[in-house]
């Protein structure tokens, strides 16, 4: 998984799929030798298929995405506005996002492939 954040090179050292009884969760973590982390995420419902989902108060829709900096407060950052598109869901699960979360970060260019689980 990769992405800009507000400018920035994002690119996650740990990737993961979890599937639920409710979707699938697909995790970024960014781990820096200081022993700080940064974490995306992005939430698809069960049933999800390839497209594009739009991202709007999104802690509440079925499509989610959040994105966690690197603190220690352990603030998650939900996104307010923009959208996933997923283009493959075989044995790997592909897409692309772009999200703006509740305090203004700008999630841009971001990519992801990561097996199904």
């Given at each position: 998984?990769?992405?800009?954040?507000?400018?920035?090179?994002?690119?996650?050292?740990?990737?993961?799929?979890?599937?639920?009884?409710?979707?699938?969760t697909i995790e970024g973590t960014l781990h820096m030798?200081?022993?700080?982390?940064?974490?995306?995420?992005?939430?698809?419902?069960?049933?999800?298929?390839?497209?594009?989902?739009?991202?709007?108060?999104?802690?509440?829709?079925?499509?989610?995405?959040?994105?966690?900096?690197?603190?220690?407060?352990?603030?998650?950052?939900?996104?307010?506005?923009?959208?996933?598109?997923?283009?493959?869901?075989?044995?790997?699960?592909?897409g692309t996002f772009i999200f703006i979360t509740s305090?203004?970060?700008?999630?841009?260019?971001?990519?992801?492939?990561?097996?199904?689980?």
């Amino acid at each position: 998984m990769s992405a800009t954040v507000n400018g920035g090179s994002w690119v996650a050292n740990e990737c993961l799929a979890t599937r639920t009884t409710e979707g699938v969760t697909i995790e970024g973590t960014l781990h820096m030798s200081s022993g700080d982390y940064s974490n995306i995420a992005i939430y698809l419902p069960k049933g999800y298929s390839t497209g594009t989902y739009y991202l709007a108060n999104s802690n509440t829709d079925d499509v989610h995405a959040s994105y966690m900096p690197h603190s220690y407060t352990n603030s998650m950052l939900f996104a307010v506005n923009g959208n996933v598109t997923i283009s493959s869901v075989n044995s790997y699960i592909t897409g692309t996002f772009i999200f703006i979360t509740s305090d203004s970060t700008r999630i841009e260019s971001g990519s992801f492939s990561i097996k199904a689980p």
